[in-house]
């Protein structure tokens, strides 16, 4: 039998981690239609409403059922405003092993959100679904990125040499270049003190992090 995450909601200090929902459309559109998700990620540009209502409705739930992933939607606890996206992927049940990924919407930028809405969801499925293993691949270039890994407690395991595609815009629009991935797991034991280190660092706004 296939397992497959439940479908639940993680709330922190200042954010709630929610299944995505056709409300968050046209937030998820903008957001994806960004500059930067645009050179770090492979989301076709443009990107259009329909296609967000298609993640929404179709790619997340799909990908939730069959067991290989999820999909939430980041939000601010205040004002429902949506901040970014969180994604699991590429999950291994037997080994409790997946991939985080994490976006966030240029305007939610610098205030930390990245790394708190990422420790929120280890902590969840290291204590809740007793994984024992999130891995997190960055572009090596992408340092905002790997600030956020190293801030959760990952640890830099190697560098997969030319394993990714990243975009950069020319005349004629977005052109692939090849570049490394750099590889990082987090363990149950990483998070040991995490918390502990970013309260005494004055919480999670110390860097600005965006994917």
């Excluded at 280190?197 to 706004?205: E, K, M, R, V």
Aim: some cysteine; proline content about 4%.
């Amino acid at each position: 039998m296939t397992s497959t995450f439940p479908s639940i909601s993680i709330s922190t200090e200042r954010l709630v981690l929610r299944p995505l929902d056709e409300d968050d459309v046209p937030a998820l559109a903008e957001m994806m239609n960004d500059e930067q998700v645009a050179a770090w990620t492979d989301v076709p540009q443009p990107f259009s409403e329909d296609g967000a209502r298609n993640w929404v409705t179709e790619y997340a739930p799909t990908e939730r059922a069959a067991g290989r992933g999820l999909d939430l939607a980041v939000t601010e606890f205040l004002t429902q405003r949506l901040v970014g996206i969180v994604q699991l992927g590429k999950t291994n049940w037997h080994i409790r092993s997946t991939e985080l990924s994490y976006i966030i919407a240029p305007w939610a930028r610098g205030e930390g959100y990245a790394s708190e809405a990422a420790l929120a969801t280890a902590q969840w499925l290291f204590g809740d679904q007793k994984f024992e293993r999130i891995e997190v691949r960055t572009a090596a270039d992408n340092t905002a990125s790997q600030q956020v890994a190293q801030k959760i407690g990952c640890i830099s395991e190697g560098v997969l040499r030319n394993a990714c595609i990243v975009h950069v815009r020319t005349d004629d629009g977005w052109a692939d270049v090849r570049t490394d991935f750099i590889v990082w797991s987090l363990l149950p034991e990483d998070l040991e003190g995490v918390v502990d280190q970013l309260a005494d660092a004055g919480g999670f706004t110390s860097f600005s992090d965006w994917n």
